[in-house]
């Protein structure tokens, strides 16, 4: 019997009915936090509790967000088009990530760095480490797409006496360390934010290899790319792509755990340093410095680096009131012939460049928006941040038109 997701498309849930995450907020993306000392700080640093987006925002940089593309980037001071004149042999993008961590721990500047690797025997099934030698952090190179409880090795932290910490995380860890940040007793806390969205389970995310690939067994390496497509690297070298058009959603939604679906900081907004990929054009990483430490941690990079002016191209607000309507009531697949249509104007003529990071970050902003509304609409004051009112204003007629309200209508944020 085929396996299916762990949850099906319309139940609302964790991201697994594990027995280690009672007790948690109905709403869990399993961060770590709760497996370490500080689960009795969960009510006052969970984002699915309370998302703090804009308080912390005040405490790293004084203000709020800048109307434009900091209501959908986070706020940065500076925005960049790089990579590595060596990129790093299998790692995620150039490897970026990977020397800049290395190199802090070369440096002496932190004493261990929280990242994620790769358990024994398998390719992508995460392992949360406290790497403590440049080797350790080289070993955790590649791409892990599924949730893993990082933040658990505080512990490990508290009890080595480390004063000195990097963390490579995603948004909600992120948000979480911010929350807790003076609670660690920290000298330095540096952090590097990786672009997230859409997270699974381990056993979820075999079940989407084996949807969407021919050769599931084989795949080493995948990413979601500019070209609007899914580019799948195999064992034997050859790269297998399918195009966002051809995904099977009617079997896939399911996967998505509730956690990610409720979640605004697709940017990761507030780490020091966000590289991604989402704003640069193929075989680049797009970076936003935020914060002063953040500026310090590109410079440190920067002769490795190679960069190209930020461009962008194409128009998002064509296609978004048909997107809308999509959310509303998603449409029978195309015939293929069509599919392929579509998939050729969406890569030559569609958004590009950091027209493509607005366009998706809208449309997840839009999507979490309807699924926080519609399935947790008591939780919309807590959990949905000002930003995502803010950024969507533009397709207010068309999302009231279809859906009946304008987003955040009549909602006062706690």
């Known amino acids: 019997m085929e396996q299916g997701p762990s949850k099906g498309l319309h139940d609302v849930s964790l991201m697994s009915h594990d027995r280690r995450l009672s007790g948690r907020p109905r709403l869990c993306s399993d961060c770590g936090l709760c497996d370490s000392w500080l689960r009795p700080q969960m009510a006052d640093t969970c984002l ?179 070209d609007f497509s899914l580019w799948l690297h195999h064992e034997d070298g050859h790269r297998e792509r399918v195009n966002y058009i051809d995904f099977p959603m009617d079997k896939l939604q399911g996967i998505f755990p509730s956690a990610c679906l409720s979640c605004f900081d697709y940017p990761n907004a507030l780490s020091d340093l966000t590289i991604g990929y989402l704003g640069a054009p193929l075989g680049w990483q797009w970076v936003l410095a935020r914060t002063e430490r953040g500026a310090q941690l590109l410079d440190l990079l920067r002769p490795d680096l190679e960069s190209r002016p930020v461009s962008s191209a194409g128009d998002r607000t064509r296609g978004m009131p048909r997107f809308i309507q999509m959310l509303a009531k998603r449409p029978a697949k195309p015939p293929k012939l069509i599919r392929q249509m579509i998939a050729f104007l969406q890569r030559h003529r569609g958004p590009r460049g950091l027209e493509f990071a607005r366009t998706i970050i809208e449309m997840k902003l839009l999507r979490n928006y309807t699924y926080v509304h519609d399935k947790f609409p008591q939780l919309e004051a807590k959990i949905v941040p000002y930003h995502v009112y803010e950024a969507t204003k533009p397709y207010a007629a068309e999302y009231a038109a279809t859906f009946g309200r304008v987003p955040g209508e009549g909602v006062e944020q706690a």
């Open 48 to 226: 699915f509790v309370r998302n703090r987006m804009e308080e912390i925002e005040q405490r790293l940089h004084g203000r709020r967000r800048n109307p434009g593309d900091e209501m959908r980037f986070g706020i940065y001071r500076e925005q960049a088009i790089m990579r590595m004149r060596r990129p790093v042999a299998g790692a995620q993008w150039t490897g970026m990530i990977t020397t800049l961590a290395a190199r802090l721990l070369e440096r002496g500047e932190v004493e261990a760095v929280i990242l994620t690797g790769t358990n024994p025997g398998t390719i992508f099934e995460p392992l949360p480490v406290l790497a403590r030698t440049v080797e350790e952090v080289r070993a955790c190179k590649g791409n892990k797409p599924c949730l893993s409880p990082n933040l658990g090795l505080l512990d490990q932290v508290r009890e080595s006496g480390i004063r000195r910490l990097a963390v490579v995380g995603t948004g909600c860890q992120v948000q979480v360390l911010r929350q807790a940040q003076e609670q660690l007793g920290l000298e330095r806390l540096d952090i590097i934010g990786i672009p997230c969205s859409d997270n699974v389970t381990y056993p979820d995310q075999q079940f989407f290899l084996n949807t969407i690939s021919s050769s599931p067994g084989t795949v080493i390496h995948y990413e979601f790319m500019q």
